[in-house]
């Protein structure tokens, strides 16, 4: 192996050298997991697997089989592991816990384990929903948890088992995600705006939504430093759960007042509260969450959730 240099300092090219970095891309198909897929080529090379096998693209891997989620570590020994899959069904997952539970839950750890192993860095993904919604003001990372559903309990299990394992892994806690595909409520507040003139939408649960693709570009700009021979930041060091949502915050209500405006045909949005429309899982009244530490550990701060919106829309027109 070739010693590298800079700065006088010794660098390990197998950290550095992102032709010899090989990345593992679970869930290529998902909002996050697409937007991955196409910024992540420039740490190193993609390995990609996704539970679908339909287009025979990836090599499949189904999260809910331990063995299979083994045998893909061992046979591609990743340096990173972009996990990006979920099960994020959050009503559906009332009704099929134990799925929910070993796809969410179960899995995250045994990445974990494997990653340890490998010496390699978990990144995964988790929710504002591991908070009760009590606040009043942003959650930070150290704020108390207690989800209120199936969903959030089987995230939080997800993040505490790859805590207990102690490796290098950053656990990026988002929230409200949407996208130009997938399902969302973006997309579904515009398909509604066409079919309907009148819309009730909740007004009195507060968040931050988020364009998966500027997660995915944030998660790429904290590996891009983590890996940087020039930073030589230590990855364990900063290891540990970080919120990474757009800045400001706002309701479901004035969320989808926003999509409307910018449709040709604005059906009237009228404001409901979460008594009105009563669904499976309990959904937290207030879960903004606070961006310091993303913002104070790596520099990054994601634009406001209105401009983001903005910018999502341009890529549609
Ligand atoms: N969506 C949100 O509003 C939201 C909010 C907060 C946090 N998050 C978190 O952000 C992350 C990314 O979410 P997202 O919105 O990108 O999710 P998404 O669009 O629903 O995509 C999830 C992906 O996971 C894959 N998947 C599900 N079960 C699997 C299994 N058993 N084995 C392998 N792959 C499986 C799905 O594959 P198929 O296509 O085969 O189903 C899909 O590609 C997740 O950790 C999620 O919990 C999301």
């Not at 010693?3 to 010899?20: A, V, W």
């Not at 997991?33 to 025979?56: E, N, P």
């Not at 809910?64 to 893909?72: K, L």
């Amino acid at each position: 192996m070739t010693e590298m240099h800079y700065n006088n300092k010794k660098i390990n090219p197998i950290h550095h050298d992102m032709t010899q970095r090989r990345i593992l891309l679970i869930a290529p198909e998902g909002q996050v997991g697409w937007h991955l897929h196409r910024c992540a080529q420039t740490l190193g090379k993609m390995l990609i697997v996704g539970r679908s096998y339909s287009q025979g693209m990836y090599a499949q891997l189904d999260l809910s089989n331990a063995d299979a989620i083994r045998r893909i570590m061992h046979e591609t020994k990743p340096d990173i592991i972009l996990n990006a899959a979920a099960y994020t069904a959050v009503d559906k997952a009332e009704q099929e816990a134990e799925l929910a539970q070993a796809i969410n839950g179960t899995a995250p750890g045994i990445l974990a384990e494997e990653a340890k192993k490998l010496n390699a860095l978990l990144v995964h993904y988790s929710t504002d929903y591991v908070f009760n919604g009590q606040h009043h003001q942003p959650y930070t990372e150290s704020d108390p948890v207690q989800p209120l559903g199936v969903y959030g309990t089987t995230k939080l299990s997800g993040e505490q088992a790859i805590q207990a394992v102690g490796g290098h892994y950053l656990t990026l806690r988002t929230a409200w995600v949407y996208d130009l595909r997938g399902k969302n409520f973006l997309l579904t507040i515009q398909r509604l705006a066409k079919e309907r003139d009148e819309l009730c939408i909740v007004a009195d649960q507060h968040g931050s939504p988020v364009w998966s693709r500027l997660i995915a570009e944030a998660t790429v700009q904290i590996l891009s430093q983590l890996y940087s021979p020039l930073l030589q930041r230590d990855r364990l060091d900063v290891s540990g759960i970080y919120h990474l949502t757009c800045a400001g915050q706002t309701t479901w209500y004035e969320f989808a007042k926003a999509i409307v405006a910018h449709q040709q045909k604005q059906p009237r949005i009228l404001p409901i509260t979460t008594a009105d429309y009563p669904t499976p899982a309990k959904r937290p009244a207030y879960s903004v969450l606070s961006n310091a530490k993303l913002q104070k550990t790596f520099g990054i701060q994601l634009p406001s959730w209105d401009g983001a919106l903005e910018l999502c829309l341009k890529q549609q027109n």
